[in-house]
Structure formats: C-alpha cells, structure tokens
Nanobody, 117 residues
Framework: QVQLVESGGGSVQAGGSLRLSCAAS????????MGWYRQGPGKRRDQREFVARIRPAGNPEYGDSIEGRASISFEHSTNTVHFQMDSLEPEDTAVYYC????????WGQGTQVTVSS
C-alpha cells in the first residue's frame, strides 16, 4: 500500500503564492506519476479537476486552469512532489488532493486552499 502525507495549503490573498507538498511512502516502486487534483466548493468527488502531475523522470503536465501559474517537481530522495502555485485567484479556492498512480491509485486526505479577493 501507498501512504501519502500532504502539507502546505492555507489562506492567501489574490495574487499570492502557495506551495503544496506530498510525500509518498510504502509500496511506491510502481509509480507512474504523482500529482494534484482539486475539488471546488459545492463540487462532487467525481467533479475533481486535474491540476498537475509529474512522472518520476519528469515531464510535468498542467491543467488549463493553472498552466503558466504553477510548477510541479518531484524530489527523488524523499519521494515528495512539490507544487508551487503563483498569482492565485479566488477561483483557485478548493480542496487540493494529492494522488499517486501506480498499478492502483491512492488519494491523499486533501488540503484546503482559500484565496480571498
């Protein structure tokens, strides 16, 4: 099994920045990629929006809503994905979920990001 520990998040004003991190442990030898999804206010679990992901070898990918304002990286020594978001907007307010995808998928518990105008 894979365990995910998320950190970061919080409240910022529009235009600010936040950094999220997610450390993976356990049976992670089959990692295809790690990344982040977000679930906005009033949205269902099946409406989670893709935000960003990265493979162990790199090749970051970003969702349309965040591209150009974010950077994702993977730290091999600690099996941690770091996600930097800049120029945050109120529309970025959501619960952000770390995801690990290997032969199975593991979701983190989620961390709240609130952007005020």
């Amino acid at each position: 099994q894979v365990q995910l520990v998320e950190s970061g998040g919080g409240s910022v004003q529009a235009g600010g920045s936040l950094r999220l991190s997610c450390a993976a442990s356990g049976s992670i030898g089959d990692m295809r990629f790690m990344g982040w999804y977000r679930q906005g206010p009033g949205k269902r679990r099946d409406q989670r929006e893709f935000v960003a992901r990265i493979r162990p070898a790199g090749n970051p990918e970003y969702g349309d809503s965040i591209e150009g304002r974010a950077s994702i990286s993977f730290e091999h020594s600690t099996n941690t994905v770091h996600f930097q978001m800049d120029s945050l907007e109120p529309e970025d307010t959501a619960v952000y979920y770390c995801v690990y995808r290997g032969t199975s998928t593991t979701w983190g518990q989620g961390t709240q990001v609130t952007v005020s105008s």
